[in-house]
């Protein structure tokens, strides 16, 4: 971590602790980590369950506190980003609100910071057909499919043009198609918006195909224990990423090098190259 | 989806379809089947008063029952009038203070516990039981006695569904209201409120015939005549029994109106809400 950082980073965790009390005594769930994710930065976090990826990308929401150690968030402390609304966030289940329309479920965040109802309604408009529901404005989310109620709550998550998206699992629960289908709108939104993502996944080919860095984590207590580059392009060429790079030979050799990481260092012998670990 | 609206709207539960029978003919079936049963029992009743000879002291007929109805007409209709709107300002009153005293309880939970003892001892007490207290409190002359128990009575429902409503948000609505920082009164409007809406519908609903129940039952305990439940008790005192049940006709109706409009309601304003309950 010992990138110099001109401008200022989108997220900047220092010696980040948190420990949960529960009733069989203490969980250390992170331990000292140290993130930097820079301005316009896709970065994701891979591990297996319990290592704390969650729980890290809870902390830059400031939807909990760390106990020891810093989150800032362009700048500032993770509370006052919150409070000032730098960041759109998407979960694994979508959450949308079941009494209001499709349209009425992106407006939310517009409506609560007091955006006038004209400025919504195009808003609204233009994040609908950017994620291509545009026809679904009127219904309701019982109505809609998991993966298109999943494109509404992504939708609502870059209705304030944020300047940092976090996203927990959002495409957890799709299946296969719609969730490639998912991955490349979002590697086109985001670089189309310039907003830096943090991506909370356990899917590996996910991690290497949306991602800058690819921050692998192990668990009890929470680390990090790799950062790997993924040489498949910077934020110039993330919008280049189409369906054909699944089929690069860059792209195996990037899930292999996370799957390797996973595992601790050591060569991952058996099966094919590229199989998926989900 | 049109199979299972149609459902809804004839009064049937979501999730229950019966197999074999048609929407059509389950609402004609639904409609028919309690007439049907009605008119037998009215007909029973009219036989054993008429042909058998019970005594019209023990059982008056159905038509002298409705003899009396039309006699006593202008009195039947303010009586019910009376009662209605002393139920009514109970009702409302009594809905309002449950709604509002449930959310300061889910809000804050000392008030929930200091409000726990409270709502269990009035959900226990017979609250007309006060009547008589309550109308030597306020006068003989005085409706307020009635509607303050009509108050109470719905008050209970009404809390503790509305309690329960305002605790059914998920935690993924409040992390998202907390991410977006809202304020506590934007939660209110947009989460905690539509939220809860279902059950605190549900709760006017029960309410609904307490109030009545308790408006009629609070006026055989003394106070100003002219109600139903005062004139249920004259009547009978005086052994008109066809009168009296005249008035016992004229108080379901009451109670049957009540509930079917606050019915209405609940259906009306659940429309776009379908799937309200289920936790996503």
Known sequence: MSETV????????????????????????????????????????????????????????????????????????????????????????????????????????????????????????????????????????????????????????????????????????????????????LVRISAETGAAVVFVTHSIPEAVFLSDRVVVMSPRPGRIREIVPMRLGADARRAERTEELREERAFFDMVTAVREALHGGSPVGAGPRGVETR | MSATGATTATASRPGRPRRGIGPRTETTLRIVAPVAVGLIVLGIWQFLVSVVGVSDYLLPSPASIVEELVAYWPSVVSATLLTGTNALIGLIIGSILGILLAALASRWRPVDQMSAPVVASLAVIPIVALAPVLNSMFGA???????????????????????????????????????????????????????????????????????????????????????????????????????????????IVLGLLFYLVTLGLERMLQRHAPQARRSP
């Open chain 1, 6 to 185: 001109t401008q200022v980073a989108a997220v900047e965790a220092r010696g980040v602790d948190k420990v949960f009390e529960t009733r069989s005594g203490q969980v250390q769930a992170l331990d000292s980590i140290d993130l930097t994710v820079a301005a316009g930065e896709f970065v994701s976090l891979i591990g297996p369950s319990g290592c704390g990826k969650s729980t890290l990308m809870r902390l830059v929401a400031d939807l909990d506190e760390p106990t020891g150690g810093t989150v800032a968030v362009f700048g500032k402390s993770a509370k006052q980003a919150r409070l000032d609304q730098e960041y759109g966030i998407a979960f694994q289940s979508a959450g949308l609100l079941p009494w209001r329309t499709v349209a009425a479920n992106v407006a939310l965040p517009l409506e609560l910071h007091g955006v006038a109802s004209a400025t919504r309604s195009s808003r609204v408009a233009e994040l609908l057909e950017m994620v291509g529901l545009s026809d679904f404005a009127d219904r309701y989310p019982d109505q809609l499919s998991g993966g298109m109620q999943q494109r509404v709550a992504i939708a609502r998550s870059l209705a304030e043009q944020p300047r940092l998206l976090l996203m927990d699992e959002p495409f957890g629960a799709l299946d296969e198609m719609t969730r490639e289908k998912m991955q490349y709108d």
């Open chain 2, 141 to 251: 002359d005085s409706q307020f006695g009635r509607q303050a128990i009509a108050a109470l009575a719905s008050f209970v429902p009404v809390f503790i569904n509305t309690l329960r409503g305002f605790r059914q948000t998920a935690p993924v609505h409040r992390e998202l209201m907390k991410a977006y920082a809202a304020t506590p009164g934007q939660v209110l409007r947009t989460l905690t409120l539509p939220t809860a809406r279902p059950f605190i519908l549900t709760g006017i609903r029960i309410a609904s015939s307490l109030a009545v129940i308790s408006a009629l039952v609070a006026e055989y305990f003394g106070g100003p005549r002219g109600g139903l439940g005062g004139l249920i008790s004259t009547s009978a005192a005086s052994s008109a029994y066809a009168r009296a049940w005249a008035y016992v006709v004229a108080s």
